[in-house]
């Protein structure tokens, strides 16, 4: 059997050591609920502050605008739900390459006289600036306007990255809600929440070399959030529930430890993700690489054998030990084309052959040779 090769780390990564270890000895010094008022409970409550400023620092916060959630499909959840709830129905805007958490979430809203408008993309899968500008139409006092706004920032399938200042300003000067899906950027680029100007920014700490069960929602200073989980006070009476101070603490280590590294993480991952792509284009010169090639994490190659099928090529793979994805992990199973591909205009034999490879620090230029080897050897057989 060939030694596998993991080349899915937007679906999830390996914790590092020094996260475990964090973890670990917060589960047992930390153990104390943080809302307790005696010696235990203020030094568990001192360990998520702690943390809580730490992320804070990093993302360009304020350590009262973290709240911490059980990761980026609930944080996402709770700013689109507590949005909505906070304000008359009208329209949300998004893209129809939304990572399920927010696409399904915003569908659930509809009975509620939710409308949703989706904004156009180009065959880079970058947001078109005329969409964005017409999002309010000069005069516009439709009830019908938008009020919610939601964009991915880096997507989980593409690696495509936005440039979203220009639409949280149009929706800043519009008194919109606006929403940031940072989960695949925070902890790969540069994520500055006030620099962004939105109302609120998800993140998952498993995206990062992180613990899983654990994320957070950034939410500007003054916003506001109508409850639809009920219980205690905890994160300032918007997310109920004892804190899970050992996972904060894993967290903020996993952030902390990527921003110290993260001009040499950035040149090492586009190395490998380089490499990878050249050894499949030796092999594959027809092949097709989706999304802007400029404006991509630096980690992500989403590429189409066209006139295959993508199961195959996954399955295939798989066989050959390539740890890979057809896309969003939480999508898997469904039958559906990419709604990402197809919105960039990705014909058919495109979208349907189209594999997703996210290279990690821990894999090695000689597994890129390899991985290129052993894909370009499927890819030859499948195609007879």
């Known amino acids: 059997m060939p030694s596998r ?8 990564t390996r914790p590092w050591p020094e996260v475990i270890e964090a973890v670990a000895y917060h589960l047992q010094h930390s153990y104390a609920n943080p809302g307790s008022r005696h ?10 502050e702690s943390s809580r400023e730490s992320i ?4 360009g916060a304020q350590p009262d605008e973290v709240i911490f959630t059980s990761g980026g499909t609930e944080a996402s959840n709770l700013a689109l739900f507590g949005a909505a709830l906070s304000m008359a129905p009208g329209t949300i805007a998004l893209t129809a390459g939304e990572h399920p958490a927010t ?11 939710w409308e949703l408008s989706f904004l156009p993309v180009d065959r880079e899968g970058r947001l078109v600036a005329e969409g964005v500008g017409s999002l309010f139409p000069s005069g516009s006092s439709s009830p ?3 009020r919610i706004a939601t964009v991915i920032l880096a997507h989980n399938e593409t690696g495509v990255i936005q440039d979203l200042r220009p639409l949280a300003t ?8 606006c929403h940031i ?13 006030a620099e962004l100007g939105a109302t609120s920014l998800a993140f998952g700490a498993h995206k990062f070399h992180g613990p899983r069960g654990i994320g957070g929602l950034l939410l500007k200073k003054g916003a506001t959030l109508a409850p639809f989980e009920f219980g205690g006070h905890q994160e300032s009476g918007r997310r109920p529930g004892t804190e899970m101070v050992a996972l904060a603490a894993g967290m903020a280590k996993a952030l902390e430890l990527w921003h110290r590294e993260r001009r040499e993480r950035t040149a090492r991952l586009s190395e490998l993700r380089d490499r990878l792509e050249a050894g499949l284009f030796d092999r594959c010169p027809w092949a097709v690489v989706n999304g802007s090639r400029e404006h991509r994490l630096p980690n992500t190659l989403n590429i189409a054998f066209p006139g295959l099928d993508g199961e195959a090529i996954l399955v295939n793979l798989d066989l050959e030990g390539i740890a890979c994805s057809l896309g969003s992990t939480c999508a898997s199973g ?3 084309p990419a709604p990402a591909l197809v919105a960039m205009g990705a014909p058919p034999e495109v979208y349907k052959a189209s594999v997703r490879f996210t290279v990690g620090l821990e894999n090695t230029l000689e597994e890129m040779d390899d991985a290129a080897e052993r894909i370009g050897r499927v890819i030859a057989r499948l195609r007879g």
């Open 144 to 146: 019908r306007s938008v």
């Open 5 to 12: 090769i993991y080349l899915d780390h937007n679906a999830t």
């Open 56 to 59: 804070a620092s990093i993302l």
């Open 103 to 113: 696409i399904e979430a915003c569908k659930s809203l509809k009975p509620s006289g």
């Open 170 to 177: 149009t929706c800043r000067e519009h008194g919109a809600f």
């Open 39 to 48: 010696a235990e409970g203020r030094q568990a409550r001192k360990v998520l």
């Open 334 to 336: 469904s039958a559906e």
């Open 181 to 193: 899906d940072a989960v695949q950027a925070v902890g790969k680029i540069e994520v500055n929440f």
